[in-house]
């Protein structure tokens, strides 16, 4: 049964780059929430998908984007680094009736450098 | 807007003593409370969980403290093992999942 992958692991981008960021839910989930994670900081909430809609957003600017497939594969987008985008992006997948009431299954992440 | 924090960044516990972690939340709205332990190179994983609708929940070593009227949580293990030594992070739930700063569990043998 798989977890939650993720890809790419790593990756370095410059200033004003795009970048595209991929997850793979668990086995029979259907929500997919993502989260960044600055050095030293908790993971905070970008945004979740549920149904290929975007269903909850905290407190991103419109450059960061996102898309949920047929599959309940996941895509985060994000248009015109900046050096503060540099951080580790977390998937979690879960079932849409726990999303907020059970546990989160988190990927490990992808680590985004921008220089 | 941090609605769920984690004033201890860190935190040392001798093997077989008591670890109490601690975190406050500013949102009465949220409704599930729960714990995750972080490893480096691995991503967050689910420890324990608490309703808003009960002040106490136990598994094994692990048990979350709810107190509704301070906004406040608490991890107890007991007894700490090296092996517990990780980051801590409290979440809180309506819509989605908040998560504090994290505390950094030390269990020295």
Known sequence: DAGVTQSPTHLIKTRGQQVTLRCSPKSGHDTVSWYQQALGQGPQFIFQYYEEEERQRGNFPDRFSGHQFPNYSSELNVNALLLGDSALYLCASSLWQGAHTGELFFGEGSRLTVL | DQQVKQNSPSLSVQEGRISILNCDYTNSMFD??????????????????????????????????????????????????????????????????????????????
């Open chain 2, 32 to 109: 599930y409370f729960l714990w995750y332990k972080k490893y480096p190179a691995e991503g967050p994983t689910f420890l324990i969980s608490i309703s808003s609708i009960k002040d106490k929940n136990e598994d094994g070593r692990f048990t979350v403290f709810l107190n509704k009227s301070a906004k406040h949580l608490s991890l107890h293990i007991v007894p700490s093992q090296p092996g517990d030594s990780a980051v801590y992070f409290c979440a809180a739930g309506l819509n989605d999942m908040r998560f504090g700063a994290g505390t950094r569990l030390t269990v020295k043998p």
